[in-house]
């Protein structure tokens, strides 16, 4: 239940309170929109670029999402200050900071002498004018739950005064070109705090994830209006600010133990780049009447799915066996291509069988224990030759023609039985 006071319509004017002009509304012929105008600031981050889709686009309103604490500050003051260096005047203001704290910070992430304004300002009106009056090139806001609007009496962080002031900021940038990004803070349950119509309103909505106990950050689109969703820019937290990484890979499988047994590489597709992952298995005879399976980094659902067809197509005898399924680093899977390497891992874990040396898998298992191709399998296959891999079992679909060139023997299968023979080393 959501309170929402009455408030009287304007005398005159109609939509005077979001700021929109008097007179006729101009009708604009395709052709003769400027699309000079739109070109992209780029956020002097590679992995930034990437997850907005090649950089910032003009009059656009972003919204960055995540946990307490995960360095959502950070990032958007390091942006601020390369954006500040390259494209002019960047206003970054916080409403839970104060200048002092928030220069503190930057000192730590070793920001010069660039034309970074700070504003610690929660009075929506008053950042306003201070938008009007610098005309910055980049507007962050840190965060839309604790500006309010002198126009509401609720609560800052309500929903009313967060769709209030979010409404505002998005006028404000399409009508002054203002490209704003927005920090929004998430409820327990991982969604981004306040009304859901917040997600509607702004152009991406970039999830900044990572763990706790890894130094690994994760930025992520969930929607964006102007490039492909599902892109990642990966991040490493270090004592002077997030430094970007630019081979994930290689972050990805560094702790790997090569010959132990459920241990499998995976290459998987996240957006248009090839990662490759450690996907891990235990299997292990449970002591209990029912078998548990547990799974972090990948579907619940899927894993019992992939553990079936293991039973009834494979012949592995699965029942009353505990098995616990991870992605490696805190990396959520959720593409079929990744079923092969589950299905890999859980086979090597009950067997007791290492996978072959330097091997990686990908490939989508279906119910009738078939494999099947897989999109990008060139993509795919080339990452794992770059990062030393000598085989790579795929799908019989992908082999040859997509994979040929890439420097890295594949092999063939077209079922799950073939594809545990290829993988599996005879001991
Ligand atoms: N001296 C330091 N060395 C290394 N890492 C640090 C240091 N100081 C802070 N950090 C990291 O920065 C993180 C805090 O970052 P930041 O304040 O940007 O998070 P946030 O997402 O903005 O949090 P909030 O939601 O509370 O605003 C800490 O969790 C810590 O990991
Ligand atoms: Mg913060």
Redesign the pocket.
Known sequence: MVEEPETAAPAAGGDARYGAPAGRAEVRRYSEVDVEAARRVPSGFGEFDRVLGGGIVPGSMVLVG??????????L?QVAARVAESAGPVLYASG?ESEQQVKE?GQ?LDIGDAELYLLAETCLERLLEAVERVRPALLVV??IQTIYSLSLASAPGSVGQVREAATHLLFNAKRGNVPTIL?G?VTKDGALAGPKVLEHVVDTVLY?EGERHHAHRVVRAVKNRFGAVSELGVFE???SGLLPVSNPSRLFLSDRAADAPGSVVLCSLEGTRPILVEVQALVSTGAYGTARRMSSGMDHNRLALLLAVLEKRAGLGLAGEDVFVNVAGGLEIDEPAADLGVVAAVASSLRARPVRPATAVFGEVGLGGEVRGTPQAGLRVREAAQLGFTHCVVPAANSGRDTADAGCETIGVETVEDALDALLAVS
Not at 66 to 75: A, F, N, R, V, Y
């Open positions: 995540g946990e307490p604490g995960i360095g959502k500050s950070t990032l003051l839970e910070r730590r840190d965060s920090v803070h900044f937290m270090t004592g």
